[in-house]
């Protein structure tokens, strides 16, 4: 069984940052892609940011753009998501989510469908 735990999520102000990580745990599986999704009350699951792991390409939403770092430990098996100049649209329950499926087109990752393996969540308030 493979284990993804988010940490990190909280309340913040408008304009301020967090970091959320992503640790893996588990069956050893060969991780190509992890990624952060989110979903705010109401509405769907949208993709936030990807990163492939053999070669740290990413995928980013246009509206997080400039304002939001997905990063890797290859060594801690862990994903990071940098998070600045926060919104109150941001605010959402934000999931880890990885995959032993290689894509050679990046812009895959940001399909839900295309991971297995998910985190619980953890919640991201911005208070406007």
């Known amino acids: 069984q493979v284990q993804l735990v988010e940490s990190g999520g909280g309340l913040v102000q408008a304009g301020g940052s967090l970091r959320l990580s992503c640790a893996t745990s588990g069956r050893t599986f060969s991780r190509n892609a992890m990624g952060w999704f989110r979903q705010a009350p109401g509405k769907e699951r949208e993709c936030v940011a990807t990163i492939r792991w053999s070669d740290s390409g990413t995928y980013y939403a246009y509206s997080v753009k400039s304002r939001f770092t997905i990063s890797r430990d290859y060594a801690k098996k862990t994903a990071y998501l940098q998070m600045n100049s926060l919104k109150h649209e941001d605010t959402a329950v934000y999931y880890c989510?990885?995959?032993?499926?290689?894509?050679?087109?990046?812009?895959?990752?940001?399909?839900?469908?295309?991971?297995?393996?998910w985190g619980q969540g953890t919640q991201v308030t911005v208070s406007s």
């Open positions: 989510a990885a995959t032993p499926t290689y894509y050679t087109d990046i812009n895959y990752y940001a399909r839900a469908p295309s991971y297995s393996y």
